[in-house]
C-alpha cells in the first residue's frame, strides 16, 4: 500500500493520472492545472463538461489557489475535513476530505487535484476495484491505490455561496447545488 501512495505521488508530479480513494468512492484524478490530464480523465470518462470537484490537503491549501469570501470560510471551516464541496469558481468546486490517503496525494503534489468518481458518465460509481467494471480503466491510468471495496455512501455534497458580503450566512445566501451525504445545517 506505502509504496503504492509513493508511486501516485511520482505519477501526478509528473502530469499522470491516478485512481486512488476518498470519503465517497474512488476518483480519477490528475493536478489540476494539468491541462492534459484533465483532456485525458474527459476522454477517460466520455464526459464533455469540464467542471470538476477538486481535492486539497488544507484549508491553506485551498487559499494558495482560491480566494474564499466569509460564506465559503465559514462552511470550510464548519465541515472540513469531510465531503462537502464549495464552488469556487466557474469550473471548480473544491474540498478537503477526511480521507488521508487523498489529503497526502495533493500535500505532495502541492496543489488540488481533481477527483472526478470513478466511472464512465452516466454510469454507477465505482466502490470496489474488483468488478468487471473497472478494468477498463487499468490501462487507461498510471497507478492505482487499492484499499479494498469502500463502503457505500452518497457522495459528496455541493454548496455554493450566493451572497458574498453577508459576515455570517442564512438560508437565502447558499445554493444547494448537489445533496449528498452531508446535511448543511444553517443557523436559524
Known amino acids: 500500500m506505502k509504496n503504492n501512495i509513493q508511486l501516485a505521488k511520482k505519477i501526478l508530479k509528473k502530469g ?16 489540476f492545472r494539468n491541462k492534459k490530464g484533465i483532456k485525458k480523465i474527459l476522454q477517460i470518462k466520455k464526459r464533455k463538461d469540464n467542471k470538476f470537484t477538486l481535492i ?24 472540513w ?22 489529503r497526502k496525494l495533493a500535500r505532495a503534489v502541492k496543489e488540488p487535484i481533481i477527483a472526478t ?41 455541493i454548496i455554493q455561496c450566493l451572497n458574498k458580503k453577508t459576515p455570517g450566512f442564512k438560508p437565502g445566501d447558499i445554493k444547494i447545488i448537489r445533496h449528498g451525504q452531508t446535511t448543511i445545517r444553517l443557523p436559524a
Do not use: H, M, W
Not at 499522470?16 to 493536478?31: F, H, N, Q, R
Open 81 to 102: 475535513p469531510g465531503p462537502v464541496s464549495i464552488v469556487v469558481s466557474p469550473k471548480y468546486s473544491i474540498r478537503v476530505p477526511k480521507n488521508n490517503i487523498a
Open 16 to 31: 499522470g493520472i491516478v485512481v486512488y480513494p476518498t470519503d465517497t468512492a474512488y476518483a480519477l484524478g490528475c493536478k
Open 117 to 157: 468518481s470513478l466511472n464512465i458518465s452516466g454510469e454507477k460509481t465505482i466502490y470496489d476495484l474488483r468488478r468487471e467494471r473497472t478494468r477498463a480503466f487499468r490501462t487507461k491510468v498510471d497507478a492505482i491505490i487499492n484499499i479494498g471495496p469502500l463502503t457505500k455512501r452518497k457522495t459528496s455534497t
Open 56 to 79: 486539497a490537503s488544507s484549508l491553506a491549501q485551498v487559499k494558495k489557489y482560491f480566494l474564499l469570501n466569509s460564506c465559503e470560510l465559514k462552511i470550510a471551516k464548519k465541515y
